[in-house]
């Protein structure tokens, strides 16, 4: 009897390695899939945007205020997108950016969305 607990467990053991890989590809693409997921709000504000960038401000932010005085010195276009309204959204922008204030700021003139950060690097940006 103790021969075949032991077979059984050598066999169990050799179906856990062989499982091990596998799982852990499915976990690493689930894992993929959800932050892909929590950044689609984000992406698809920033895709149909037609201005030059998309800022996500809240109340009252002098520096939300600083970056919009900054685009529109140099005469460039912006969306605006309030998250006091929309804490769903403004845990994405953070977990896509790992930003937490605002203002949020990509410039979107070129292919793909680029993250410029606050208004402090906008100014330095630009």
């Given at each position: 009897?103790?021969?075949t607990?032991?077979?059984l467990?050598?066999?169990?053991?050799k179906w856990?390695?062989?499982l091990e890989t596998?799982?852990?590809?499915?976990?690493?693409?689930?894992m993929?899939?959800?932050h892909?997921?929590a950044?689609?709000?984000?992406?698809?504000?920033?895709k149909?945007s037609k201005k030059?960038?998309v800022m996500?401000?809240?109340?009252w932010?002098?520096?939300?205020t600083k970056?919009?005085?900054i685009l529109g010195?140099?005469?460039l276009?912006?969306?605006?997108?309030?998250?006091g309204?929309?804490?769903?959204l403004?845990?994405?922008?953070v977990q896509?950016t790992g930003?937490?204030t605002?203002?949020?700021?990509?410039d979107?003139?070129?292919?793909?969305?680029v993250?410029?950060?606050g208004?402090?690097?906008?100014q330095v940006?630009?």
């Amino acid at each position: 009897m103790l021969t075949t607990l032991s077979k059984l467990m050598a066999v169990l053991v050799k179906w856990t390695n062989l499982l091990e890989t596998p799982l852990k590809k499915i976990k690493q693409a689930l894992m993929k899939v959800g932050h892909s997921l929590a950044f689609m709000p984000v992406n698809r504000l920033l895709k149909r945007s037609k201005k030059d960038f998309v800022m996500f401000t809240s109340n009252w932010c002098p520096y939300c205020t600083k970056a919009k005085n900054i685009l529109g010195a140099k005469k460039l276009s912006f969306e605006e997108h309030n998250l006091g309204n929309n804490p769903n959204l403004q845990m994405a922008v953070v977990q896509m950016t790992g930003h937490r204030t605002v203002p949020a700021i990509w410039d979107i003139r070129g292919e793909e969305p680029v993250f410029v950060g606050g208004a402090d690097q906008l100014q330095v940006y630009l």
